[in-house]
């Protein structure tokens, strides 16, 4: 399986932090470095010291490393109009040698787009604008150098369009699509994506939306296993119970939850929870990593864990 760690920096860290991680994933052999597109945190935390944008962050990453994967999981597309974020992931995989992964989904966390001042529309219109963006996206990447992208759409329309800059990466960077709609979120996947992702459910939800996902490739006319199909798990491992229930409480979650809905216990626990996510076909694991000061904990992953299952 390939093993990226998956960030949350709105919940409080700054770049410097994120460096550090994003530098210990590639010295420790994983496979990626990702990370949020949220403008606002969750739950009981301050955020503090604040949101840090996560194209200009990648931007930075993708100097500062070399060999890792970057993306997100996901850019949120009521956040950017598609031809300046098109223009964006193009910069960004040319600045990284052709690593970036681009993530895309249609927003749904209200409190930060009121933070913000971003319109936050129905869901049905957020799908709506998620799709045509895509189409705008793929377009605009797509189109030869040296010819125009024109699109009239339902909420955007691009007329003349140089269509530059262009990804390193040919055709495009991978794109990867997610969540639990029923319909259709595999119905897009089986469109646009190269991967596809379930965060944060357990085996038997993520084993039916993969079935949706291969059912709709089916009748799109598209082979199903084209597609990388992923999950992401929240990570909370430890040699013993003490430095289990201290990692847990970092995070402020309860280690009984963790256990049964993550990746969270002994490397060997770790193992047998991602293993019944391989099982069902998922080929890559993103472990959501939230307390980013303990580089200890990513370096017990890789000796203990990645071994077992890499």
Known sequence: MDFRIFTEPQQGADYDQLLAVAKATEDLG???????????????GDGLPGPTDSWVTLAGLARE????????????????????????????????GGRVEFGLGSGWFEDEHLAYGIPFPSVGERFERFEESLEIITGLWGTPVGEYFDHDGRYYSLKNSPALPKPVQTPRPPIIIGGKGKARTPAIAARFADEFNIPFEPVDVVAAQYDRVRS????????????????????????????????????????????E??????????????????????????????????????????????????
């Open 261 to 310: 809905n993550g990746a969270a216990g002994t490397p060997d626990e770790v193992v047998e929870a991602i293993g019944r996510y391989r099982d069902i076909g998922a080929s890559r694991v993103y472990l959501q990593t939230l307390d980013l000061s303990d580089l200890d904990h990513l370096d017990l992953v890789a000796k203990e864990v990645v071994p077992q299952l890499g």
């Open 216 to 259: 709709a490739c089916a009748a799109a006319g598209r082979d199903a296993d084209e597609l990388t199909y992923s999950v992401a798990l929240v990570l909370c491992c430890g040699r013993t119970e003490d430095e289990i229930a201290r990692r847990a409480q970092a995070i402020g979650r309860d280690v009984a939850e963790l256990r």
């Open 30 to 44: 994983f496979d990626a470095f990702f990370r949020s597109d949220h403008f606002g945190a969750m739950g009981d």
């Open 65 to 96: 490393t070399s060999r890792i994967r970057l993306g997100t999981l996901v850019t949120s597309a009521t956040f950017r109009l598609p031809g300046p974020l098109a223009i964006s992931v193009a910069q960004v995989d040319q600045m990284s």
